[in-house]
């Protein structure tokens, strides 16, 4: 860690996890409203099985956006000194 | 400093998270704004609902598959490079091409947007000039330089995400009356049948967030930029999406499928119209005007930079490889944009162009996952110096989007059967005139003096 604010870089690394946190939790927040309040409004249309379809994407888009922006996160913590991204 | 060119293809090294950010919603946040209400014309409101769903599961695929590629090889060429080093040459120039039809139909297809609504303002203005102005304005600024560009993206983008996010929390928190019966109402017009054919205009919401990753080459530390700007975007994108169709849905009727939402030009202004509240009206009116210009302002970057790369690579002549010495921008294949967006700007077919950029996108979407895959199996060890960024759930899940993209592809037969043979043939044609034109460029790929890398795993089984 040559030359390189321990300190400084914590504290942006910080920041770099709440614009994480804070988007996974705004995108589960408003995906979530959204598809269970039209679900439960229109979805009587449709059988149980049509209706499972659409949960199983919910799962699947909100699951791997999150595990992705995750590992983002384990990326930046993981290279942040050896590249120096807070310079 | 002199105003003298260089053959030298060094790009400058200033963009940050929030540039690639700027550039990916900025191209495709135009498609919430219009154009993905037509999924309602054919599926209803479940059909939307479920297009939305599916697309944004195969976009959060491609976008962590770009992520992952983008951060690794740092090429401006983005998916055309990708292709280059883990598929092949003929394969490569094809996808370059893609790229590069796909953002500069769409480009023309937003500045004939931008002139329509200033002729809408302005009824003296007439079409034609606007549109040249527009295209010829972007293109300026484009050529002057990337981070100018990119941060007059940023906070055009800004505002009309803002807007989303306004009209949203007011609709939600009672500033203006819902009809949830509307919901109800034209929740599927059209059957079963109606929710697979809504599938072909799934894309709009999301059309050309991969493009992000193509501003790696001009990333300080595109390993951390690219990454954290094309999730943020992609969230975004699927927030804003969700926002827009549960509003517009709960304001206008879509019952018949031949009027109201399914049909409206501008969804967004329209439904704001039908509340009656004026600074709703306006701040809507302003984002559908901005986020066409961002749109537009960010297809020259990225078709440019396809447009380079390919040039780079002697697929297309040499000339369009230089760089401006003073802005340091890929200028010649900047202002090569402007003839070609005319072209297209004044062919007179605005669906036909848009379908013939998406489907020119839906072809990326199949072999972005397969770059990856090709990747992951050249080189599988995860050290730092080659993946700086590993995507989860690999290869697995670059299989469910291949899987996805062919799927959406095969519904554009219903309704442009004829454009999506037309652009397979096209791009066949493509794929065997750069794989003959590469033969006589031909030379070795050295990844170590190329890539920094080294070699892949299946030179070292031929060693």
Known sequence: ?87 | MTDEVTESPGLVKTLRPYHVWALGVGIVLVGEFMGWNFTVAKGGILGSLLAMLVAGTMYTIIALCASELGSATKLAGGPYDWARLFIGPGAAASVGLAVYMEYIALEAADAIVVAFIAQELFPELQVFPVTLLVIATLTFINYRGVVAALTLNFFMTAIAFFAIIVFFLSGTFGVFELHPEYLFQGAMPNGLIGLFAALQFGPWFFLGIEGAAMTAEECKHPSRAVPLGQQAGMITLLVGAAMTLFICANLLPSSIPAEGLGVSVYPLFEAAQSTGVFILIALLALGTLLTCVSSANGCVCDSSRSWFALSRDHFVSNWFSSVHPKYQTPYKAVIFTMPIAIAFAFSGYLDQVITFSIVSGLLCYVLIPFSLIRFRKMFPTHINKVRPFVSPLQPWISYLAMAIAIVIMSTLFWGYRYNLIFALAFYLIAYFYFHNRNKKFKKGLDWGEEMGWPNPSHHDKKE
């Open chain 1, 1 to 87: 860690m040559d030359g390189v604010s321990e300190t400084k870089y914590n504290k942006a690394f910080a920041k770099d996890t709440y614009l994480i946190v804070g988007a996974i939790t705004l995108l589960i927040a408003v995906q979530g409203y959204v598809v269970f309040t039209v679900l439960s409004t229109a979805g009587s249309v449709v059988s149980p099985a049509i209706r499972a379809i659409y949960v199983v994407f919910f799962v699947l888009l909100v699951g791997i956006e999150t595990m992705g922006y995750w590992q983002v996160r384990h990326s930046i913590k993981q290279h942040m000194f050896d590249f120096k991204y807070y310079d």
